[in-house]
């Protein structure tokens, strides 16, 4: 009985494990930990769009995302802040496009005004195979 009592502990304490790895996995996800200011728009197997809005000197948490192509909507001022404590000030204007390497990163929005972009994150997806 003693070995059954063992068996049943470790089968709970690797399901808790488990639990625990699932959540911190999702836990980085911007539109889960931070839902006031990012908003799932469009998503199926190839990509995920996200709707990104700032007020005037908002601040998210630490989270990342997929990597993918930005779209600025306004312009705008901030600060992006790095888990080892570095900070990069950015400017953009409405109507440039850039790249989302897809880091771990806290923005800031440094401006007076609201700012707003659009991220087309890109799913990790094999597409059919070229050989012949």
Do not use: C
Request: net charge negative; aromatic share 8%.
């Amino acid at each position: 009985m003693n070995g059954l009592n063992t068996a049943i502990k470790r089968a709970f304490h690797a399901t808790l494990l488990i639990l625990f790895i699932t959540n911190f996995a999702h836990a980085q996800d911007a539109t889960k930990v931070d839902p006031k200011h990012y908003k799932v728009e469009f998503e199926n197997d190839q990509v995920r769009v996200v709707r990104i809005s700032y007020g005037p000197h908002e601040k998210s948490v630490m989270h990342e995302h997929a990597p993918g192509v930005l779209v600025f909507l306004t312009d705008g001022k901030g600060i992006m802040t790095f888990p080892d404590g570095r900070k990069v000030d950015s400017s953009f204007e409405a109507g440039k496009v850039g790249w989302e390497s897809g880091v771990k990163h806290l923005p800031e929005n440094t401006d007076d005004y609201p700012h707003e972009l659009i991220l087309v994150e890109l799913k990790d997806k094999q597409g059919p195979s070229k050989e012949k």
